[in-house]
C-alpha cells in the first residue's frame, strides 16, 4: 500500500469522524437541552461539517465521507474499485470511533432515543 493511498484513508476517517461526532452530538446536545438546538441547528451542523471537510480532506481523499457517496463515485465509474473496500472501511472506523467517543462522553439514558433523557 502506497504512502498517497494511506493518507486517503486516514483523510476519509478523520472526515468521516468529524462529521458523525459534530453531527450526532448535535443531535444528543439537542436531546438533553430539551431540544434548544433544534432540527436548523442540526441541520446547520451537518451541513458546516461536511463544508468543512471538504476543504480539510477533499484535495487528499474526495471527501467521500459516506460510503454510499464512494459506491455512487464507482457506479458512475469515477472511483477505482480497488479503493472501494478500503474507503468503506476507513469510514466505518472513524464513524464508529464518533459514536464510542460519544457513547463515552454522555450517560446510557441519554442515548436511549425518544425521552428517556427527560424522564426521572
Not at 480532506?57 to 472501494?84: E, K
Not at 472513524?94 to 450517560?107: E, Q, T, V
Amino acid at each position: 500500500m502506497k504512502d498517497n493511498e494511506m493518507r486517503k484513508f486516514l483523510a476519509e476517517c478523520f472526515g468521516t469522524f468529524c462529521l458523525v461526532f459534530a453531527g450526532t452530538g448535535a443531535i444528543v446536545i439537542n436531546d438533553v437541552s430539551g431540544g434548544s438546538i433544534t432540527h436548523v441547528g442540526i441541520a446547520l451542523t451537518f451541513g458546516l461539517v461536511v463544508l468543512a471537510m471538504i476543504y480539510a480532506v477533499g484535495d487528499i481523499s474526495g471527501a467521500h465521507l459516506n460510503p454510499a457517496v464512494t459506491i455512487g463515485f464507482f457506479a458512475a465509474h469515477r472511483f477505482s474499485g480497488r479503493l472501494v473496500l478500503p474507503y468503506i472501511v476507513s469510514q466505518s472506523f472513524g464513524a464508529l470511533a464518533a459514536s464510542l467517543l460519544l457513547r463515552g462522553a454522555f450517560p446510557v439514558p441519554c442515548l436511549a432515543g425518544g425521552n428517556a433523557a427527560r424522564r426521572v
